[in-house]
Each structure stands twice: as C-alpha cells, then as structure tokens.
C-alpha cells in the first residue's frame, strides 16, 4: 500500500467517524428536547393536587369495615358521592380484611 493510499483511507475514516457522531449527537439532541417538552407539559398539566374533603384511616381493625360502610351511607345520602378510593397494605388477604379475629383457611 502507497503512502498517499493509507492516507486517504485514514482521512475519510476519520471524516465518515466525524459526520456519523456529528448526526448521533444531533439525533439525541432532538429526542431529549421532545422527552423534556413532554415532561414539562405534563408536569404543568398534573401540578395542581387536590387535597381536601379526604378521609384517612390509619391502621386496620375490626371496625374499620363498620366505619367504612357508616362513611359511604353518610357520602351517598348527604353529598351523593358515589366513588371511593381505598389504599390498603398487600401483605394482608381478602379473608384477613374481613375476619381479623380468625385464622386464614387452608
């Protein structure tokens, strides 16, 4: 191989590396501005919580289904709300929620 030919092959080698990076930075450049325009619109539409007219029941025992059941009579007679939300630990069964004075059958 000729000096002249090496040298040709290291300079569009290094020409196709420069071009190739330039258009990956580039490629990148535009998805981050799209993500990160995504997440400020839907931070600015999710920035406002509501938070009030909740109820909070800490810890679970044998009269929270009677407190519960008493809360969503008062609810529909009163402010005819007809949707509930409840966030409970799921470690515990649908039987141990229900019967939490028995054992779990087997």
Avoid: C
């Avoid at 600015?44 to 810890?59: M, P, S």
């Avoid at 679970?60 to 509930?84: C, G, P």
């Avoid at 966030?87 to 087997?106: K, Y």
Wanted: net charge negative; no cysteine.
């Amino acid at each position: 191989m000729h000096t002249s030919d090496s040298t040709s092959v290291l300079l569009v080698g290094v020409t196709i590396s420069l071009v190739g990076f330039t258009f990956l930075l580039v490629i990148l450049g535009v998805a981050v501005d799209i993500v990160r325009d995504k997440l400020e619109y839907f931070q600015a539409l999710h920035e406002r919580v509501v938070e009030n007219d909740h109820t909070i029941i800490l810890g679970w025992n044998d009269k929270v289904l009677f407190l519960v059941e008493e809360m969503a009579m008062m609810m529909l007679s009163t402010y005819n709300v007809s949707r509930f939300s409840f966030f409970i630990s799921l470690s515990l069964s649908l039987h141990q929620l229900t019967h939490p004075h028995t054992t779990t059958p087997t």
